[in-house]
């Protein structure tokens, strides 16, 4: 007990340390018009269910459970209002490996599909579902006569804004968000203008460096989580990409009204 209360002490203390010397910026959203597409990556079993897999966590993490609700929320607002949802939902071909991660969200074994919470999407007319085997979403959706279904769904519906959720982070959020940044600065995507980050709706794994040792793994293989959301946190924000807090859909609000 001694040495976890010792071990969150120093991750604190290492967060307060990146918050100073790396701060982030965060706003909050009110979204009253069309022209918004909601993102949500991999917010499947294998993920954010609690024991579905090798990269599942193995008991219930908060910060996971609040991005799931907080993405059911602001998914059924879209819904309502009709407005375009993309759900990205890692899927991997078995036996085939993803260097450096042991086999996660292998086809067949149910690790693939959305959580619970958010397995309506599947019937829901807003919503499309994009399966991808890959850490980064754009690669992902790169089809092989060369078409790539994430611009197509963006250029379709004439997108402004994205607003990104999901897990992880510091990983497929980051490396999407980071991608799209450079896509929508190329001209890929003309109508786009900003990427925003729901930080509440993101989330990302929690493994202690002891933690890793325990299971034979490599020191390297460290991953507190509060210092890598906010590291993902970060890096999204210092290329470009707009973080919010809070986020709030006014024209869903009103229609329920």
Same mark, same amino acid.
């Given at each position: 007990m001694e040495g976890d209360? @010792?071990?969150r002490s120093r991750t604190g203390d290492l967060v307060e340390m990146l918050r100073e010397s790396m701060p982030i910026s965060v @706003?909050? $959203?009110s979204i009253g018009e069309a022209g918004t597409g909601l993102v949500i990556v991999d917010e499947v079993n294998g993920f954010a269910t609690v024991g579905c897999g090798n990269l599942a966590p193995a008991q219930e993490n908060p910060q996971v459970t609040a991005m799931i609700e907080e993405t059911d929320r602001l998914a059924r607002a879209f819904q309502r209002t009709g407005w375009p949802i993309l759900a990205f939902l890692d899927t991997h071909q078995p036996g085939k490996p993803e260097p450096p991660y042991p086999p996660h969200c292998e086809r067949g074994t149910g690790e693939e599909e959305l959580v619970p919470a =958010?397995?309506? =999407?599947a019937d829901a007319p807003a919503a499309t579902l994009l399966r991808k085997d890959c850490i980064n979403g754009f690669v992902g959706a790169i089809r092989p006569d060369g078409g790539n279904s994430v611009t197509e769904w963006i250029n379709d519906n004439?997108?402004?804004r994205l607003l990104v959720v999901g897990i992880c982070t510091d990983i497929c959020v980051m490396d999407f968000v980071l991608t799209m940044l450079s896509a929508r600065n190329h001209g890929l995507v003309p109508s786009l203008e900003d990427i925003v980050v729901h930080?509440?709706?993101c989330a990302t794994y929690n493994l202690p460096r002891d933690i890793a040792s325990g $299971?034979? $793994?490599p020191e390297t293989a460290a991953h507190p989580q509060d210092p890598a959301h906010h590291m993902g946190l970060y890096f999204m924000a210092s290329r470009g990409a707009i973080l919010a807090d809070r986020v709030e859909i006014a024209a869903a609000s009103a229609a329920a009204e």
């Open positions: 209360v @010792t071990d @706003t909050s $959203l =958010l397995k309506w =999407l004439c997108l402004r930080t509440e709706a $299971l034979g $793994l």
